[in-house]
């Protein structure tokens, strides 16, 4: 994927199940920035998932990822997140938020991107609190990528003011939606990792 951050290079190690988390969060991110290349249809297609919830999305969307056109994908993607003038879903935490698009959830999160060192990418457009630009954050936050190493707790902070309070909404709108075929267990997918995540920062407050 062309990332829409630039990171910043960090020595920081991460436990073999925060990779994990971070590659959830970076799949994500991967396949609501842009539609999926065959490249990456590949990818998903070897991907395997357990008996859980969330391993059942994650085999339905591999098992789809092997019958599904990147022609077809795309034409699903514009559909959900395009449009014409609109796709079915805004996938901003400014709209889910507020019902409004660039509002204070945005000017947070600009805010507490200076103060973790993210930057956006010369010639993105889209606005930071896109889900897939806040999963990409994250993914880089939890990999340590940003600069120094964060801990579980900032993760904490970033996950409960700009991701929990409406990331677990949309991802059960993306599952629901009429447009969603492949998309679906991407939702499926959004929707049970954001309620093991919130679940786990609980516990850990």
């Known amino acids: 994927m062309d990332s829409a951050l630039k990171a910043a290079d960090n020595d920081a190690a991460a436990s073999a199940e925060d990779l994990l988390r971070a590659d959830l969060y970076n799949l994500l991110a991967v396949l609501i920035s842009k539609p999926p290349t065959e490249g990456v249809l590949a990818h998903i297609q070897g991907l395997t998932g357990d008996s859980s919830e969330l391993g059942i999305g994650v085999n339905t969307l591999a098992g789809l990822a092997g019958k599904i056109r990147p022609k077809a994908v795309t034409k699903e993607f514009n559909a959900l997140f395009i449009g014409?003038?609109?796709?079915?879903?805004?996938?901003?935490?400014?709209?889910?938020?507020t019902g409004f698009l660039n509002e204070k959830p945005l000017s947070r999160l600009r805010q507490d991107m200076r103060k973790i060192g993210i930057t956006r990418a010369e010639n993105v457009y889209e606005p930071e609190d896109n889900i897939a630009s806040l999963c990409e954050m994250m993914a880089g936050l939890i990999r340590g990528e940003f600069g120094a190493a964060v801990t579980l707790a900032e993760q904490n902070d970033f996950f409960r003011v700009h991701i929990g309070p409406w990331a677990g909404h949309f991802f059960s709108d993306l599952e629901a939606a009429k447009n969603s075929v492949f998309y679906?267990?991407?939702?499926?997918?959004?929707?049970?990792?954001?309620?093991?995540?919130?679940?786990?920062?609980?516990l850990e407050e």
């Open 184 to 202: 679906a267990p991407v939702g499926t997918i959004g929707r049970v990792f954001m309620q093991i995540e919130s679940e786990a920062f609980r």
């Open 84 to 97: 014409l003038g609109r796709g079915e879903l805004l996938p901003y935490a400014s709209f889910y938020m």
